[in-house]
């Protein structure tokens, strides 16, 4: 079976260990997260993790059962990358150098990046998107004197109409 | 409802009394002294055993759990006192046994500083436990007990630990408990689906061989007599797993015997030739299926259990069914024709005749010199015949396999062991566990000489306690399955698995348990004889042939076709 970019969708209670429950489902089948981001959802005390992994459906599946058995889990499902819409962040930290500031420009308008700080030696630049817009800028910021870079994991919600409250009721 | 102000620690017993508990099992230190100073008040209404080591309070919480069907709970305190619960949590958690395991923690302020016998037990047990908590507050203390002795045995069974920290023991709360009997996040009993079940009916009612394989799943459920009526309506053969042993009578005409790695000829043999294969309550363990890829792939799979996750893990099902044991066979057996399936039955017969001649005739036949595992057992289960009141535990390896093979397990809840996990050190004080659950019966530790010397510190529990265990050491001076592998696999090189053991019978004397040892067939039968009729414990060393392998068995990596007979 072909392993593929899934992401899984796990609805938690809030309590203290939860995430360490969840990775190590991960970890004891030796399956590398990609990337994992947590936050509350629209209802309150419900936590969602969206968790970016490379495998085959038939592992993910399975990964997932084990996910939705654990005492703390609401609900938990996998989609691949056309059944959900997600976004990446990412913050990029860059020296100014007066030479090149033309360039900069050109490129932080071709990629629709925003500038959220300056100051006389640096700036400090948003990129919303998709990992491989990520990607692209950072390639064309290669030449230029990158002082920090920080990107977040996916965060996505569900084409699927189904709201998470009617899968809470359903429950009861 | 009562309301009073109480410590935490006194929460803790008040707790254990709302929960019926009357039996524990714990070792105590410094992080749990304000609960066992609660406990010293309780000591008329809750017994406490004293165990040797942790490790032993866990599995002697198991085997009471097991042989009576209630929780067990343990005391243990922080530190070294939780990390020695581990192996028996995980034994717990693979072989699906309710356990509460109470825990002291060092004082909330003292959390994450290396404090004296700290460790994050939170993060060491989480791998081996259904689900665990650390409580900080005195009034919390209910609440994580309530939702504890709910998850523990709803459901399919585990493990639970409540982590109580020193000042959430010594702190007051106003106190009153309120069962948990319902958790948002979890859906402890399926509603069976009926589509389904009419669909595995379909199956069941057209197949030509059905064939039953049954698991612990059933006695969980307490399925027994719904199973009984199901299998004799349809007529249908049924095998069973390791720790299904006793979920149906092994004199049944319908028993066709007990599958896997060392199992009996038919029933891992015929798994390749049944056409409908029923299993429930029961999880595909690979010493189970051996190849999956070659494991009953003729055959339309009917797989019923309680948990979600074993569906469609190891072996796809043709009908999946998420539901509880009992509530599926029910239904089923309204769904179900009256059938006998007298040829196919035969065929399991006539492959039960290839084995006795070939192994367990030579195995169990008299022989006054010398004296052999399945002699052993095979002798225990005849008195068992006549008394029928024997709970038989046993450890891991080569006495377990010819345990499981050549006693008769006829009532649920007569064998207890170490299954998934394969704890070696399990039996002795899952034996205590066992009698103390249900002293009505006799309970017979079945040890092998490496595991006996894992756990051996228990008969001081024995001792103090005045518990009656019958206990059998097969001695056979190896860590007789790993040899049997490496003379089979690893060419004789017995790479460290012989072993010098001391006097065991002077040993067992000095905790004051009358000790006999046998060497020869001769000498054994009165010996059992008197072991059963002592009152109270009493032990057995038999010194058995060094080198007796237990046959037949499917090697690693073959399908249960390839089952050898020697």
Known sequence: MEKKRYNISVFTENTIGILNRLTIIFTRRHINIDSITASETELKDVYRYTIVLHETELQVRKVVAQLEKQVD?????????????????????????????????????????????????YAVFELTGHEESINLIVDDLETFDLLEFARSGRVAVTKPMKTLEAFINELA | ?????????????????????????????????????????YRETIRHILVRHEQGAVHAAQGFARAGGHTGVVLATSGPGATNLITGLADALIDSTPIVCITGQVASHLLGTDAFQETDVIGISMPVTKWN??????????????????????GRPGPVLVD??????????????????????????????????????????????????????????????????FAEKTGIPVASTLLGLGAFPADHPLYVGYLGMHGNYAPNLLTNECDVLIAIGMRFDDRVTGDVARY?????????????????KIIPAAVAVHADAGHALEILFDLVGEN??????????????????????????????????????????????????????????????ITSRYFSYRQARTNITSGGLGTMGFALPAAIGAGLARPDKTVVAIIGDGGFQMTIQELGTILQHGLSVKIIVLNNHFLGMVRQWQQLFFDRRYSFTEIVNPDFVTIVSGYRIPAQQVETGEAFSPALECLLRTKGSAFLECVVEREENVFPMVETGASVAEIRLN
């Not at chain 2, 009953?296 to 469609?312: M, T």
């Open chain 1, 73 to 121: 889990v609401l609900k938990a499902f996998y989609h691949c990358d056309t059944e959900i819409v997600y976004q990446e962040l990412a913050l990029m930290k860059v020296r100014l150098d007066e030479d090149r500031m033309t360039e900069l420009e050109q490129i932080i308008r071709r990629h629709n990046a925003r500038l959220l700080a300056v100051s006389p030696e």
């Open chain 2, 296 to 312: 009953a792939r003729q055959a339309k799979v009917i797989h019923i259990d309680i948990d979600a996750s074993e569906l469609n």
């Open chain 2, 340 to 401: 006998q399936h007298g040829r196919w039955l035969q065929q399991f017969r006539d492959l039960e005749a290839v084995e006795r001649k070939e192994i367990i005739e030579p195995a169990v036949f008299p022989d006054n010199e010398k004296l052999n595992m399945a002699r052993v057992v095979h002798e225990l289960s005849t008195w068992n015949k006549r008394s029928n009141d024997l709970i038989v535990v046993t450890d891991v390896g080569q006495h377990q396999m």
């Open chain 2, 1 to 41: 409802m009562e309301t009073q102000r109480i410590t935490g620690a006194e929460a803790v017993m008040k707790c254990l009394r709302f929960e019926n508990i009357s039996t524990i099992f714990g070792y105590p230190g410094g992080a749990i002294m304000p609960i066992y100073d609660a406990l010293y008040d």
């Open chain 2, 164 to 229: 109580i920290t020193k000042d959430a023991q010594f702190g007051l709360t106003d106190f009153h408990y309120q069962p948990c009997t319902e958790i948002r996040s979890y859906r402890p009993v399926p509603i069976p689906d009926r589509d389904l079940l009419s669909e595995a009916a379909g199956l069941i009612n057209s197949a030509q061989k059905p064939y039953l394989l049954i698991g612990q799943g059933i006695l969980l459920s307490h399925a027994e007599e719904q199973l009984l009526r």
């Open chain 2, 133 to 154: 908590i650390q409580v900080t507050r005195a009034e919390d203390i209910a609440p994580a007990l309530a939702k504890a002795f709910y998850i523990a045995s709803s």
